[in-house]
């Protein structure tokens, strides 16, 4: 496994850490947050959630 696999690797674990937090029941009722409310979790989203991000993540990851 080359040095770029693992990158990738510890990437793509990151983006499902991302979904998991976005599609939980806890993230829908408002009790989930991460420093501020309203700021998102930290964590980079695949494209294909952009429209889920909210406050910081959403200001850092959508063109």
């Known amino acids: 496994m080359s040095a770029f696999d693992s990158v990738q690797a510890l990437y793509l674990a990151m983006q499902r850490v991302a979904f998991e937090l976005y599609v939980s029941p806890h993230h829908a009722t408002g009790n989930l947050r991460w420093d501020k409310p309203g700021d998102g979790y930290g964590f980079p ?7 889920d991000l909210i406050g910081f993540d959403r200001e850092t990851q959508v063109p």
């Open 45 to 51: 989203m695949a494209k294909s959630g952009y429209g």
